[in-house]
């Protein structure tokens, strides 16, 4: 499914596109591309409600200590907070294999984008936990 496919609500193309991006350089492991779309200024909560670092997390995805096997979009809902400020809530079924060990699951990211400097869309702070079995 693409991002687009699975928005609910009204349709923003702009932040469901970087939504898109976030997800090809994770899939990647695009560290250039993740570095761009991620701010130095991040706050970000992991499952385990742990904080981690932009510098972190592209760490994590350089050195192939966190590798995405598939990343299925399931439902993005996306709200504007004025001109330069957006949250995403993004479901996602993930298999992901960090520190060699695979987990498979529904899990669901909030984004927080901010546009910074007045131009460059970037992602400021957010969480991802797994989502229960229902």
């Not at 499952?47 to 990343?71: E, I, M, N, W, Y």
């Not at 927080?112 to 797994?130: K, L, N, Y």
Request: glycine share 12%; hydrophobic share 45%; no cysteine.
């Amino acid at each position: 499914a693409t991002m687009r496919s699975v928005l609910v609500g009204s349709p923003d193309d702009e932040i469901v596109a970087l939504e898109a991006e976030i997800r090809a350089a994770q899939l990647a492991a695009d560290v250039a591309g993740l570095d761009r779309l991620i701010s130095g200024e991040l706050l970000f909560a992991g499952p385990d409600g742990q904080l981690g670092t932009k510098a972190q997390d592209l760490d994590a995805h350089g050195s192939g200590v966190v590798r995405f096997h598939a990343h299925e979009p399931e439902e993005l809902r996306v709200r504007r907070v004025g001109a330069d400020v957006a949250i995403t809530s993004l479901r996602a079924r993930l298999s992901v294999e960090v520190g060699g060990k695979l987990t498979h699951g529904t899990f669901r990211y909030t984004r927080v984008w901010a546009r910074e400097d007045g131009r460059t869309w970037r992602v400021v702070g957010g969480q991802v936990s797994e989502v229960a079995a229902r």
